[in-house]
């Protein structure tokens, strides 16, 4: 917060190199904060029984879709990705634990901006398929061979490509969204054309 306030000039004016240097100090904490969710998430997890809580009639794009993109927003913007999202023209309900349900869309999302291409598409599709709802998060990027694929949603394991490797990581954030997901009675997948684009999509 105090990064925050000296970025926005609330203490004075920062020259060229100071507002660098606070950037860096913002986007380092924001990491941090960010392996800190993961494992918090993770313990929550494998402490015992998950016991969510679930709601009747929430809003998923307005509870679930739309939180989680706002707190990637600044993110895509660093990156100049080109965001396009494909979402209904009417606002549907469904039943879900919407907190658990942003925890997954965080991850999905940070991940498709961590590792998509600078200046790379990111697509966002949510549809209402009978009686689920499909979410998919597209970008363009390094992906990951067909090889790889069963190492995805492992705890603790990491995909060793050079593109990907050199990106930090816990390599607990998917293993999470498969836990949550398989609460929700639902499916999580992934797809990828290699040195190209990923996909990662749910239905619940």
């Known amino acids: 917060m105090n990064s925050e306030a000296l970025q926005k000039g609330l203490t004075g004016e920062l020259n060229p190199k100071q507002k660098e240097v606070v950037e860096r100090i913002i986007r380092k904490a924001n990491y941090l904060l960010g392996l800190i ?6 313990a929550r997890l494998e402490s015992g029984p ?6 009747k009639n929430t809003e998923f794009l307005e509870e679930v879709v739309e939180p989680a993109l706002d707190t ?3 993110a895509i913007e660093e990156k100049e990705m080109k965001l396009q999202c494909e979402f209904p023209d009417k606002p549907f ?3 879900c634990d919407p907190a658990m349900m942003k925890i997954v869309m965080n991850n999905l999302l940070s991940n498709a901006v961590k590792y998509g291409y600078k200046k790379g598409k990111l697509r966002i599709t949510v549809e209402r398929r009978t009686d689920k709802i499909r979410v998919s998060v597209w970008n363009e ?3 990951f061979p067909e090889s790889q694929k069963l190492l995805l949603f492992r705890k603790f394991s990491r995909l060793q490509i050079p593109e990907l490797v050199k990106k930090k990581g816990t390599g607990v954030g998917l293993y999470t969204c498969w836990r949550i997901v398989a609460y929700h009675r639902g499916l999580i997948e992934a797809h990828s054309e290699y040195k190209h684009w990923a996909e990662f999509l749910f239905e619940i």
Request: charged share 20%.
């Open 37 to 42: 969710d993961e494992y918090l998430n993770l």
């Open 50 to 55: 998950l016991n969510p809580v679930f709601k």
């Open 72 to 74: 990637v927003q600044s």
């Open 93 to 95: 309900l469904t039943e």
């Open 141 to 143: 990027g390094p992906g």
